[in-house]
């Protein structure tokens, strides 16, 4: 077996963290790609079996890992292909903030902005998308609204910032009664 070279160090640390193989492998995080490439794949033909990820991955056993390391990282896109989603992000960016004016945009009307919006709708993970989808969804001319499609990790990891943030923030509660206030 072998790791397609698309996925990345990162990639292999988090899947040893998914999946509990932390004992097997000791100090992963410190290891080269070549190294820890190597140490995972002995890992991976010694088990027998694996824990079911129904978060991040949605692979059900061993052989459903193996094969989603052999076949190329799904979630990569290359410097170009990455550049021109930025690029159309950032126009969107533009357009939001100057009053969602076409005379003042790089598009020639509604019905492009809408392409451009699906085609980079998908790469939802990247920030810059995901916040040039959320701006132009509050554009009164897009109808029906963009669905920002984001990976399940990405959800997880969201919704548990947003939980965080409910927490620190600060509740008052309101008490009803009769209370005795005295000043010395």
Not at 46 to 59: A, H, P, Q, V, W
Not at 85 to 112: C, H, P, Q, R, V
Request: hydrophobic share 35%; net charge positive.
């Amino acid at each position: 077996m072998l790791i397609h070279q698309s996925h990345t160090r990162k990639d292999i640390c988090e899947i040893i963290e998914i999946f509990d193989l932390i004992q097997y492998i000791e100090d992963y995080s410190d290891l080269s790609k070549k190294n820890l490439f190597t140490e995972f794949i002995n890992v991976l033909n010694s088990l027998k079996k694996i824990k079911r990820d129904n978060e991040f991955l949605f692979i059900d056993d061993l052989q459903g890992l193996k094969d989603y390391l052999e076949k190329p990282n799904q979630t990569r896109i290359t410097v170009k292909e990455k550049s021109e989603i930025m690029d159309i992000a950032k126009d969107i960016i533009f357009y939001s903030k100057n009053g969602f004016l076409l005379s003042t945009s790089n598009f020639e009307d509604t019905d492009e902005i809408k392409s451009k919006a699906d085609y980079i709708s998908c790469y939802g993970n990247i920030p810059t998308v995901a916040r040039a989808i959320k701006m132009l969804n509050k554009d009164d001319k897009i109808k029906p609204k963009i669905e920002l499609i984001l990976s399940g990790k990405i959800k997880i990891q969201m919704r548990k910032k947003y939980e965080e943030k409910l927490k620190k923030q600060i509740c008052l509660k309101k008490n009803h009664g009769k209370y005795l206030i005295s000043f010395d």
